[in-house]
């Protein structure tokens, strides 16, 4: 008889730590074994920036010239890159991110849209410009180097870091819903 209850303790001391080895052992395997397999799912709409590329490595700088930090500034940016004139579907890229601007409601101050034109000031069509500024008046213009950007939109954190990078063609709801996130998780800007 006290054979069979030793037994039945031996047991149920296995099942106990059983129940709790087991899902150590499982998490043990999801992260070691299987992370390094294949890249694991993201929630994000845009293409997460890696290396991380900060802002103040871009060459930015107002229209007549001066650098510009976008560091130290507080607040989340979205930029809209061309590399020629802006046209098409980048005016069209201008217009999405004006709407899913205004569509943060309260956390609209957290952020500013700024334009970035690849192209140099000689070469740039005046009257293009001069309609953009027009149509958008709030929209900040800054001119960028070539190569390190190229033409799409991107959302830039307040410690000036580009995190998501987006075509022309993503630029409304895709830009709105990572933006609501990346607002809703930050305790900056």
Known sequence: MESKKKTISQRR?????????VPLGFAYFLYFIVQGKEPWGST???QLQNPIISADELGLSTLRGESLS???QEVWWLLVVSEKSCGGSCEEALHLV???HVLLNK???RVRRAWVSLQPAHMENADSAADIEKKYPELRRFRGKLG????????V???ANIVLYYQYSQAGKPVLDDLKKLLKVSRIG
């Open 13 to 21: 001391l296995i099942q106990l730590c059983a129940v709790a080895l």
């Open 44 to 46: 994000s709409k845009g």
């Open 70 to 72: 976008l560091t130290g």
């Open 98 to 100: 004006r709407g899913a």
């Open 107 to 109: 956390d609209m101050s």
């Open 148 to 155: 390190v950007l190229k033409a799409g939109v991107y959302i």
């Open 157 to 159: 954190d307040p410690l």
